[in-house]
C-alpha cells in the first residue's frame, strides 16, 4: 500500500473513532438512554439532561481538539504535510 | 438618560464601528472579494464564523424555545453545534485543500457536470435565500420595538449598513464586520446572564448556576424549584419533557447536525484561511465562540421561565392572593402589552393572573373548583423572554441598550454572510463557470458587487412582503441543506466511486423527498390549505415532524447517489487523481494560485 493510501486509512480511522464518541455523547447520552442517565445526578441536573444541554457541547469541543492534534501529526508522520 | 435615547447611543456606536471598519477592508480582487484573500487568522475565522453562524434566532428565540420547551429543546442545542464536528472532520480540511471559491464549484468540478454545478446552485440559493428572510425580518422588528421607527424604516437601515460593508469589502469586509459583531453579540448575551444567574442562584458562571441550589437558602436545587413550580400549575415537566417523542427527537438533531455542515455561508468562511491546518484548528475556534454562547443559552431560559412564573404566581396556588393582581404588574409587563407580545385576558372577572396550562385535563378540575375559568395569560410570545429578560431582572437601561445592539448584530452578520454565499454563486459560479467563461477579473468583481446589491434589494423586498414560506423558513433551511449540499459534498470526499450522475440524481431525489414531505404537511409553498396530509401529529411518518426530515432526505441521497453510481461507469481518471490530491493536505498553497 502507497503511503498516501495508509495516510488516507490512518485518518478515516481517526475519525471513524471520534464520531463514534460524537454519536454517544449526544445520541446515546442526550436522547436515547436518557432517563436511565438521569438517574445520576451531579449538583442539582441529572446527567442525561447534562448531556443534552451542555456536556455535549464540551464533549464537540474536545474531539475537533484531539482532531486538529492527530491530523497535524498524522501529517508530518506520513510527510503529507503543507510546505 | 431614558431607554430609547441610551438605545439609540449604543445601536449608533455599533453601526459607526462596522462602517469604519468596511472603509478600512475594502476589497480590491476577486480573490479578496470571495474569500478575504486566504489571509485570516485561524483564531479570527473562527470569530467571524460564530457570528456567520448564530442568527437572530440564536440570539433572540433560541433561550425562549429552552424556556418552554425544556428538555425538549436540547435538539437544537446539540444540533447547531454538533454539526461543526462533522464540517471539522469530514468537510473542512478538503474544501480548503480544493482551494476554490464557491461550494457548487466543487461539486461541478468534482462530478465533472456543468448540471451537478447548476443544480448546486438552486439548492445552495433556496436554503440561503430562506434563511435570509429571516434575519431581514429581526432587523425591522428590533427597530420599530426599541427604536420606535416603523418598520420598514428599519429594515432600510439595515439593509444601507449591509450594503456599505458587503458590497465595498465583499467577504474580506464580511470577516472584519463579523468580529466586531460577535464582541457584541457575545458580551450583549453573557452580561444579563451572569446578573440573573447571580439573583437566582448566587453563582456568577450561568453554566454552573443551572445545576446550583436557589439563592433563597431553602437549599433547593434551581432546576427541581423550577420542575416544582411549573407542575403545581399544570405544565409539563422543565427538565422530562420531549418534543414529539424520542425518534422525532432523534431526527430532529441529525438534521440539524447535517444541516449545519451542509449551509454554504458557513462553509465558504473557511476558504478564508492560509492553511488546511488552519481550516481544522478554525473549526474548532468557531464552535468555542459557539459554545459560550450555547452553553449559557439552559441558564437564560430556565431561569427566565423561573422569573416569568414567580412574577405571576406570587403565592400559594389555588389561594386567591397567590395570584398576582393585574393592577399591580411590574413596568416591564407593560411595556410587552403594548407591543401585542403579551397578551392577558381576565376571563373569570376577579382582577388577578392566572397563568396555567388550561390543556391539562386533570390540573382543569382543580382549577375549576378555584373559581380559575382558563388561562389568563392569552400570548406568551416566546421571544421576548431573551429581549424582557434584563427588564424582569431589573437590570439597568445600558443592559438593555446593549441587548438591542447585540441582536442587531446577530442578524446582520448572518445576513451578509448569506448574501455573499448566494452572490458568489451568481457572479462565480453561473456567470463565470456557465455563461461568460472568459469574463475578465476586474468584471467578475464588478459582476459580484452587482449581484450583491441585487441579493441585497431582493432580500430587502422579501422582508417586507414576507411571501407565505417565510413562516417556517429557517428551520426549513436546515433540511435543504442537509439533503442535498452535505452527502455531496462528503461522498465527493470520502467515496471516489460517486459520479456525475449519482450526485445529480441524489441532490434532486434527496432535496425532493424533503421539500415533498414539508409541503404535503405545511401546504404546497407554505400557503395554507394547500396540504394535501394534515399539519397534526398521527399524519406524520413514524411521528417526525416536517422540520425533521431532512435527515431523511440526507439518507435518500446518500442510498440513490451510491446505488446510481455502481449502475454507471466509474469517474474518469482524471477525477479520481483530483479526489487523492484534496485529501492530502500537501500543495494547498499551489492551490491558491486560481
Not at chain 2, 440564536?58 to 425538549?72: E, K, Q, T, V
Not at chain 2, 447535517?258 to 492560509?274: E, K, N, Q, S, Y
Request: aromatic share 12%.
Amino acid at each position: 500500500m502507497s503511503k498516501a493510501e495508509l495516510y488516507w486509512k490512518a485518518n478515516v480511522r481517526l475519525v471513524s473513532i471520534l464520531l463514534t464518541v460524537w454519536f454517544v455523547v449526544s445520541y446515546l447520552f442526550g436522547i436515547i438512554l436518557v432517563e436511565q442517565m438521569n438517574t445520576i445526578k451531579i449538583g442539582g441536573v441529572g446527567l442525561g439532561f447534562w448531556f443534552a444541554q451542555q456536556g455535549s457541547i464540551y464533549t464537540f469541543l474536545v474531539l475537533i481538539y484531539i482532531y486538529a492534534k492527530r491530523m497535524n501529526a498524522l501529517d508530518v508522520e506520513y510527510d503529507v504535510h503543507e510546505d | 438618560m431614558d431607554l430609547q435615547t441610551l438605545t439609540y447611543i449604543v445601536v449608533g456606536i455599533t453601526f459607526a464601528l462596522y462602517i469604519g471598519i468596511a472603509f478600512w477592508a475594502r476589497a480590491g480582487t476577486t480573490g479578496e472579494f470571495y474569500a478575504a484573500g486566504r489571509g485570516i487568522h485561524p483564531v479570527a475565522n473562527g470569530m467571524a464564523t460564530a457570528a456567520d453562524w448564530m442568527s437572530a434566532a440564536s440570539f433572540i428565540s433560541m433561550a425562549g424555545l429552552i424556556a418552554f420547551n425544556g428538555y425538549g429543546a436540547s435538539v437544537f442545542l446539540m444540533g447547531w453545534t454538533g454539526g461543526y464536528v462533522l464540517l471539522a472532520l469530514l468537510l473542512a480540511p478538503y474544501l480548503r485543500k480544493f482551494g476554490k471559491f464557491t461550494v457548487p464549484e466543487f461539486i461541478g468540478d468534482r462530478y465533472y457536470s456543468q448540471t451537478a454545478r447548476i443544480v448546486a446552485v438552486i439548492c445552495l440559493i433556496l436554503a440561503s435565500i430562506t434563511y435570509v428572510i429571516g434575519q431581514m425580518k429581526g432587523i425591522g422588528v428590533a427597530f420599530s420595538r426599541f427604536l420606535e421607527t416603523d418598520y420598514d424604516t428599519g429594515l432600510y437601515i439595515g439593509m444601507g449598513i449591509v450594503f456599505i460593508y458587503a458590497v465595498l469589502g465583499g467577504m474580506k469586509g464580511i470577516t472584519y464586520t463579523q468580529i466586531a459583531q460577535y464582541c457584541v453579540l457575545i458580551f450583549a448575551y453573557t452580561v444579563p446572564a451572569i446578573f440573573i444567574s447571580m439573583n437566582i442562584t448566587g453563582n456568577p458562571v450561568p453554566q454552573l448556576g443551572l445545576g446550583s441550589e436557589m439563592a433563597d437558602g431553602s437549599g433547593t436545587y434551581m432546576l427541581d424549584k423550577l420542575d416544582q413550580v411549573i407542575n403545581d400549575l399544570g405544565f409539563n415537566e422543565y427538565t422530562t419533557q420531549v418534543m414529539g417523542s424520542k425518534l422525532n427527537m432523534f431526527v430532529y438533531t441529525l438534521s440539524l447536525m447535517i444541516g449545519t455542515a451542509g449551509l454554504p455561508h458557513v462553509i465558504i468562511r473557511f476558504f478564508t484561511v492560509p492553511k488546511v491546518k488552519d481550516a481544522r484548528s478554525s473549526a474548532g475556534w468557531a464552535l468555542v465562540f459557539i459554545a459560550i454562547l450555547y452553553t449559557t443559552a439552559p441558564a437564560v431560559g430556565s431561569m427566565a421561565r423561573l422569573n416569568l412564573m414567580n412574577t405571576i404566581q406570587v403565592g400559594e396556588v389555588g389561594v386567591a392572593e397567590g395570584n398576582l393582581a393585574y393592577a399591580d404588574r411590574p413596568q416591564w409587563f407593560k411595556n410587552w402589552e403594548k407591543t401585542g407580545l403579551l397578551q392577558y385576558e381576565d376571563k373569570n372577572g376577579d382582577g388577578r393572573i392566572q397563568y396555567y396550562n388550561d390543556k391539562n385535563a386533570d390540573f382543569n378540575k382543580k382549577a375549576a373548583e378555584w373559581g380559575w375559568k382558563g388561562n389568563e395569560m392569552t400570548k406568551v410570545d416566546r421571544d421576548i423572554m431573551v429581549l424582557a429578560n434584563p427588564e424582569i431582572a431589573n437590570l439597568p437601561n445600558w443592559v438593555v441598550a446593549l441587548v438591542v445592539a447585540g441582536g442587531l448584530a446577530a442578524a446582520l452578520s448572518t445576513a451578509a454572510g448569506l448574501l455573499l454565499a448566494i452572490s458568489s454563486s451568481i457572479s462565480h459560479d453561473l456567470l463565470k463557470g456557465v455563461f461568460v467563461k472568459d469574463i475578465s477579473e476586474k468584471n467578475e468583481l464588478m459582476a459580484g458587487r452587482i449581484a450583491m446589491a441585487g441579493a441585497i434589494a431582493l432580500a430587502g423586498y422579501f422582508g417586507l412582503h414576507p411571501p407565505d414560506f417565510a413562516a417556517g423558513t429557517v428551520a426549513i433551511a436546515f433540511g435543504l441543506a442537509a439533503s442535498s449540499i452535505f452527502p455531496a459534498l462528503m461522498m465527493g470526499i470520502f467515496n471516489k466511486r460517486v459520479n456525475r450522475s449519482g450526485a445529480i440524481w441524489g441532490m434532486v431525489s434527496g432535496i425532493g423527498v424533503t421539500m415533498l414531505y414539508v409541503f404535503q404537511h405545511k401546504g404546497i409553498m407554505f400557503i395554507p390549505g394547500t396540504a394535501f396530509l394534515g399539519d397534526m401529529d398521527p399524519n406524520w411518518f413514524l411521528g417526525i415532524s416536517p422540520n425533521a426530515f431532512g435527515a431523511i432526505g440526507a439518507v435518500v441521497n446518500f442510498a440513490v447517489a451510491i446505488t446510481v453510481s455502481k449502475l454507471t461507469a466509474p469517474p474518469p481518471e482524471h477525477i479520481q487523481h483530483l479526489v487523492e490530491d484534496i485529501r492530502v493536505p500537501k500543495g494547498a498553497a499551489a492551490a491558491t494560485e486560481h
